[in-house]
């Protein structure tokens, strides 16, 4: 009995965000020396589930049961007490310490007088780097290591504490092959001592390679659990994605015009000879997932990625772009995937955002012409319904979609012939999705070429006239509208063409 | 809804705190001060504040765009230097009034230059060059003052227009009126504001952020220039310590007028009122007799408060 009990029980979690029921009564089951996998779509659920097990969320509803015993934590710390260790895809980690040091953060052992006790602290690190079969000298700095080298650091550092429960997140993304075979490695061992191991990777080779069970998720729900022995890659892509798309939305048929967007052979240190047209009217889906290069890929469009080499064409006319300047000036308009970090001026108001890309558009350099520009805005913000009080209103206190909707004004309002979206209805309630979603289709009519760079299966499934999908810096697969489907794009995204 | 209300509330109170405070302390002073209350004390205040006015219109837009600049002070020294040794020795007042200027904006665009093409954060920029402007300035006399006797230079600093307004507070209030129109109705004032509010998100938007940033720190360092020439001028002579500690009043006036430290925000009639306000509270308590080491803590006390009301604005620092 006592070998059947489950180290790690959550129950019931669910955690809603403005607008958005992120997790749905989720339950997880982790037993002590097994790895799960945690599999599912960007969105899908996985990073919150993980967030509230480390203390980082807490839940609105549900419980979380280690060893039998309800927790209470609520904030990282705590959970770290309970034994939690969680490794991020961003290490957390201070560049300017040595390995020793980060491996005891603020656990410093203490001499008799209170000062760090540097030899036991050297000693301690190694036993625990010995230990994980590491030769990383502990006195090295943290900024002279490799990311490998970085996440065994982490590992020791979450060996050090009481661990149990190890999270790792998405931890090969970044590593070699022969790094990633070793961290395997360790990942068995540490499993085979008894630390209860979930692992998040979307790269299903792996999983098969390490995971004892896999746990799919999908839009916030646990869609099932597979035993790995027994799955099948057809049927975990299917779990995956395998949602009756909500057509409650159908398609708009548009004229396709000329061609308003060629690239041509886009290289760099990352994309491989990445080549795609967009024609007046046409909205091409650009489908991959977290690493796929697909915002690599918008940036160099834009003007703010070097590129090795590789022409951009706008209506047939070459052009080369250097920076942002270049690409408006060019036609392009970029919507970037995080808005409050680089899409809006939060201080500012809702009429100074919709005009920050087009300052110089309407006024002399001594005149900026108030009136004109008023007209612009309230032009905007009535074909796009932003919610606001006035035009002066600071945008930051805006909801997401309201927000969303002043970018796409900013863009709109250069006179655009492309426009790249990344990520467009992120954080964003159904309601304004489906505004902006007819938006865009409206600016398509008119004979605007559109880019967009979505994670969303159904977003992408319902709008794109075509799909490229991309997967470790190469487009991997190219649908027409009638020959794409849900399978097809993961197929693709995860490089299993 | 509701935090749209209260941010819309707040921009409000900015400026009003600022003139509010400013009136309050004007009629306190009227009140208690003997003599404060009179044509020639009011011209005198801002007389006093003429100066810091100049040189804090060129602060307000670095303050603005983001940035900081701790080196106005020294400029203030070497660009008074210049001006000084070029008219007592060539008698030419215009001449050592463009030299002056030039080498304002000179220094000004050194500081742009470390800012933006090699990227040192503005306060060690701006505290290196302070330095260095400085070490200039004693090295022209090797220390020593300049008497500058020329007539036509003391207009500037000490002539009345009519016997009433002093030329360097019409100086002062002209400086002010341009770089508010420039702030409130030019595309410059509207990239300034929003590299200072979002860098990264200016640069999407096509702004030349460094380019901005380039032409606002010479304007800074031109404005000082001006500074240093007006110091010239009202104390007859070129000293090449003038202008020492000069930079925290303008920074404290800018932030007293409700700038924030971390760019973006910010108004031109706020600095005028920030200045004022020192102007006014140094004025009033030399009236009162109240010994110079007591207005100096007076000066720090209502600098904390002005920043402490900011904070509760909102932001502040964690």
């Known amino acids: 009995m006592e070998s059947n009990r489950y180290l790690l029980q959550m129950k019931g979690v669910t955690k809603r965000f403005p607008g958005v029921l992120a997790l749905n009564n989720v339950d997880l089951e982790l037993y002590a020396g097994e790895v799960l996998a945690l599999l599912g779509e960007n969105g899908a659920g996985k990073s919150t589930l993980i967030k509230i097990l480390s203390g980082a969320y807490n839940a609105d509803e549900g419980e979380i049961l280690i060893d039998g015993e309800v927790q209470n934590y609520h904030t990282p710390r705590e959970a770290n007490d309970q034994g939690v260790s969680i490794i991020y895809q961003e290490l957390n980690y201070l560049n300017d310490l040595t390995v020793a040091e980060n491996i005891f953060l603020n656990r410093w052992p203490r001499g008799k007088s209170g000062q760090v006790d540097w030899k036991k602290l050297r000693n301690a690190a190694r036993e625990i780097l010995d230990m994980l079969e590491v030769d990383i000298p502990t006195g090295a700095y943290m900024r002279d290591l490799s990311v490998a080298e970085k996440q065994l650091v982490e590992i020791a550092k979450a060996l050090s504490q009481k661990m149990k429960i190890l999270v790792m997140d998405e931890p090969t993304s970044a590593l070699s092959e022969k790094e990633a075979e070793k961290l395997m490695k360790l990942v068995a061992k540490l499993r085979d001592q008894g630390t ?30 597979v035993k790995m022995k027994e799955a099948q890659r057809e049927e975990l892509i299917r779990m995956m994605v395998g949602r009756e ?22 290289t760099t240190d990352y994309l491989k000879d990445i080549s795609f047209e967009v024609k007046a009217g046409e909205i091409l889906g650009v489908f991959g997932l977290m690493g796929s290069g697909r915002t690599e890929m918008a940036q160099c469009i834009f003007g703010t990625h070097k590129i090795h080499s590789g022409e951009i064409y706008v209506d047939g006319t070459l052009k080369k772009i250097r920076k942002p300047a270049d690409a408006i000036a060019s036609g392009i308009a970029y919507v970037t995937a995080e808005r409050k970090k680089d899409g809006l001026i939060l201080i500012q108001s809702v009429r100074d955002n919709i005009m920050t890309a087009s300052v110089d558009k309407y006024s002399t350099p001594f005149r ?98 075509r799909v490229m999908v991309m997967c470790e810096g190469k487009a991997t697969a190219e649908f027409a509208r009638g020959e794409m489907n849900q399978e097809k794009l993961m197929h693709g995204a995860i490089g299993e063409v | ?74 400029v203030v020294g070497l660009t008074g230097m210049v ?16 030299l002056a200027l030039l080498t304002g904006a000179g220094c000004g ?24 402007f400085r070490g200039m300035a004693m090295l022209t006399t090797n220390g020593q003052s300049q008497i500058v006797s020329a007539d036509a230079f003391k207009w ?14 019409i100086i002062m209030i002209a400086m002010f009126i341009i770089i508010g129109y420039v702030l409130k109705n030019t595309p410059f004032g509207r990239k300034t504001y929003s590299i200072g509010g979002n860098p990264e998100a200016s640069r999407l938007a096509g702004m030349n952020v460094k380019g901005v940033r380039f032409v606002i720190y010479i304007l800074c360092g031109l404005f000082a220039g001006l500074s240093g020439i007006v110091t010239a001028s009202q104390t007859g002579t070129a000293i090449p310590a003038a202008g020492e500690g000069l930079e925290m009043d303008v920074i404290g006036a800018v932030v007293l007028g409700g700038a924030s430290m971390s760019g973006g925000k910010g108004s031109i009639v706020g600095t005028l009122l920030g200045v004022l306000i020192f102007a006014i509270l140094q004025n009033g308590l030399t009236l009162l007799n109240v010994m110079s080491f007591w207005q100096t ?15 509760a604005r909102g932001g502040g620092y964690e």
């Open chain 2, 297 to 311: 803590i007076a000066k720090g006390i209502v600098l904390v408060i002005a920043v402490m009301l900011d904070v």
């Open chain 1, 368 to 465: 900026i012409n108030h009136k004109k520009e008023k007209e612009i805005a309230v032009k905007w913000k009535e074909k796009f319904a932003i919610k606001t009080p006035d035009l002066n209103t600071v945008v930051n206190g805006l909801s997401g979609g309201n927000q969303q909707k002043v970018v796409l004004a900013k863009w709109l309002a250069t006179d655009p012939k492309v426009l790249i979206l990344n990520e467009p209805t992120r954080g964003i309630d159904v309601g304004a999705k489906t505004e902006i979603y007819k938006l865009m289709e409206d600016f398509c009519e008119k004979g605007l070429g559109v880019v967009m760079i979505s994670s969303e299966l159904p977003e992408i499934l319902q709008l794109a006239d």
């Open chain 2, 83 to 98: 001006a000084g040794l070029v008219i007592a020795g060539t008698g030419n007042v215009a001449l050592g009034i463009f």
């Open chain 2, 156 to 169: 500037l600093g000490r002539g009345y227009l009519l016997d009433v307004v002093p030329y360097c507070v």
């Open chain 1, 245 to 266: 798309v909500n057509m409650f939305y159908p398609k708009r048929e548009v004229e396709k015009k000329q061609t308003v967007l060629k690239v041509k052979g886009l």
């Open chain 2, 1 to 74: 809804m509701e935090q749209v209300k209260t941010n819309k509330k707040i921009n409000l109170s900015t400026e009003m705190t600022v003139l509010i405070a400013c009136v309050g302390l004007f009629i306190i002073f009227s009140a208690i001060a003997p003599n404060f209350l009179t044509v020639s004390n009011v011209m005198n205040v801002f007389l006093y504040s003429a100066v810091t006015g100049i040189c804090a219109t060129g602060m307000t837009l670095v303050i603005i765009s983001g940035g900081l600049d701790i080196s106005v002070g020294s």
């Open chain 2, 109 to 132: 665009a050194l500081n742009g230059l470390l800012v933006t093409r090699f990227k040192i954060v503005p306060i060690i920029a701006t505290l290196a060059t302070m330095s260095i």
């Open chain 1, 196 to 225: 209860g191991i979930i692992f998040i990777s979307h790269r299903l080779d792996e999983l098969f390679q390490i995971a004892d069970r896999v746990q799919v998720m999908r839009d916030g729900e646990r869609v099932g659990v």
